[in-house]
């Protein structure tokens, strides 16, 4: 079974400054991805960054920057100067590639809602 | 087009009523996925088509859920009898393969109000 937990609700961030969302998971996939989506409040899911579970580097995507710790089960996102139209919910989600109760299917967290002010 | 598209936008219904959402997928994604997403919340996985493969249904919450996917093109997901409680947006998404990884390109979804 696969677990995403995100426990912070919402956040408020100024705009240029730093944030990290926190995403904590849980598998018993020994390979997996992890996927980061955003959700402004226009309702689309736009997809931001994924992370390899046996990939040597954090993955990186212009202002997104995934810390991944394994060993920790963390996948947190940080988005570098962020900008009034970062505003949206996110979303942290899991699919592995091994098992077959795990294949395919995102397994998403409840989500962040991060609030970017002037 | 280019992306994932849904319809209808938007439904309302009456509890009883039987309804279908269909989505188109992006040409050319041999993989569709149907997820529910109930205000305020995240996404819970409903049903994925691989190509011919036999689906996996193992989201669908009961048996008044059914979808079915004409080769690797159109998708209906159906709610027969809706109740109040599959009051929710519906978000169908699509990958293709052939890479490590393959991220879902979601639809603008189908929200779906049962009175």
């Known amino acids: 079974a696969q677990k995403i937990t995100q426990t912070q609700p919402g956040m408020f961030v100024q705009e240029k400054e730093a944030v990290t969302l926190d995403c904590t998971y849980d598998?018993?996939?020994?390979?997996?991805?992890l996927f980061w989506y955003k959700q402004p409040s226009s309702g689309e899911m736009i997809f931001l960054i994924y992370?390899?579970?046996?990939?040597?580097q954090n993955a990186t995507e212009g202002r997104y920057s995934l810390n991944f710790q394994k060993a920790r089960k963390s996948a947190n996102l940080v988005i570098s100067a962020s900008q009034l139209g970062d505003s949206a919910m996110y979303f942290c989600?899991?699919?592995?590639?091994?098992?077959?109760?795990?294949?395919?299917?995102?397994?998403f967290g409840a989500g962040t809602q991060v609030v970017v002010t002037p | 087009g280019a992306g994932v598209s849904q319809s209808p936008s938007n439904k309302v219904t009456e509890k009883g009523k039987d309804v279908e959402l269909r989505c188109d997928p992006i040409?050319?994604?041999?993989?569709l996925y149907w997820y529910r997403q109930r205000l305020g919340q995240g996404l819970e996985f409903l049903i994925y088509?691989?190509?011919?493969?036999?689906?996996?249904k193992s989201g669908l919450p009961s048996d008044r859920f059914s979808a079915e996917r004409t080769g690797e093109s159109v998708s209906t997901l159906t709610i027969q009898r809706t109740q109040q409680e599959d009051s929710a947006v519906y978000l169908c998404?699509?990958?293709?393969?052939?890479?490590?990884?393959?991220?879902?390109?979601f639809g603008p979804g189908t929200r779906l109000t049962v009175l």
């Open positions: 598998t018993s996939d020994p390979s997996y991805g």
């Open positions: 989600a899991m699919r592995g590639f091994m098992t077959t109760d795990s294949w395919g299917k995102l397994q």
């Open positions: 088509f691989q190509g011919n493969s036999a689906p996996d």
């Open positions: 040409s050319g994604h041999t993989a």
């Open positions: 998404a699509s990958s293709g393969s052939g890479r490590t990884y393959n991220e879902q390109f």
């Open positions: 992370q390899g579970s046996y990939d040597q």
